[in-house]
């Protein structure tokens, strides 16, 4: 039994040892290879210095001068429009009237209070004088006399208050004739005989006399336009000879940033314009450099931060920018940038600050 436990170990003996070699060489450390660098590639361009400046043309349609909306102050039935669409006015002339009944009889009960008051104060004026006569004459107390004075004063202050509510009645008759404010014709009418207008509702468009144009600049321009500098304005859509204007006014103020700013043209009153014309005015920026890069290079343009990469010593490093206006395809930059500096065009797509990156060409 013994020689069977003997033999039975000389068998497993060197399985144990060929395990214990092969599990000894496993168990060695290797040294793994480092990952290999990511060099992402990228087609750049140069940043240059670019001179903008050139003529632009900005466009707008002639306006009257002098122009209104007329409406009515206070409400009513509209009972008579005098005039319609392309017919000439003068100043003053009447052109709507409201229904007045209800404003004629109040004009006239106050008319009637005012005149009934006035007899009472002349009546109590007569008395105050006959009392005050009396009194100093011992035929009346200086209490009657006193009395007599305080009423008159009572009637005095009725009487001042008829006549306003009298002004006041005549006033809104007045306000229910609407009337021309200035020579002109009537481009457009909003309500008709019969229709019940509320304040401020226009009733009909009147253009006066004299022509304009507004058109809007960018900032970039402002500087170029100067308030009473003669200005040649053209007609792209009609056959009409180029007519001379003068700036009248350039709005200094927008309301929100990246807003263009209203100029303000008055137009010859010699040439033949009518409103409604399209116009163009042709201006040219003042020289100067900007630098400039290509509109691809340009990431989040629209946003609050646009920015740039610029590829210095093979390495990508974002520059936010503040963008301007476009030079045949290429944009005005300001930002930490040369005209020494190359932009990436191609390969913006998980580029970070940073990076390493490897210039295709």
Sequence with gaps: MKSLRVSRLALVLPLILGVAIVLAAGGQTRSEPAPPTFVKKVRVADVTRTDPSRARQFSGVVRAEKRAQLSFTLPGRMNERFVDVGDH???GQRL???DQA???NAVDMANARVDNLTAQLDQARRDTQRAETLASQGGTSQQHFEQAQAGTRQLEAGLRAAQAQLREARRLLTES????PFDGEVTDVF???GEFVAPGRPVLSLNGAGAEVEIEVPESMIGALKIGAPVTLRFPLARHDDVSGTVRSVG???AMRGRLFPVVVTIDPEAKVVP???VELSLTTASRDVLSVPVEAVINPGGRTPAVFAVRDQQAHRVDVRVGELIEGRVAVEGSLS????VVVAGHSGLLDGDEVEVMP
Excluded at 177 to 180: E, I, Y
Excluded at 339 to 342: A, K, P, R
Aim: charged share 35%; no cysteine.
């Design 102 to 104: 209800e404003l004629i």
């Design 96 to 98: 709507a009237r409201l």
């Design 191 to 193: 309500a008709e005989a």
């Design 89 to 91: 006015v003068t100043k």
């Design 252 to 254: 200094m103020k927008t």
């Design 177 to 180: 004739n609407l009337r021309a």
């Design 276 to 278: 409604g014309m399209t």
């Design 339 to 342: 005209d020494e500096d190359v």
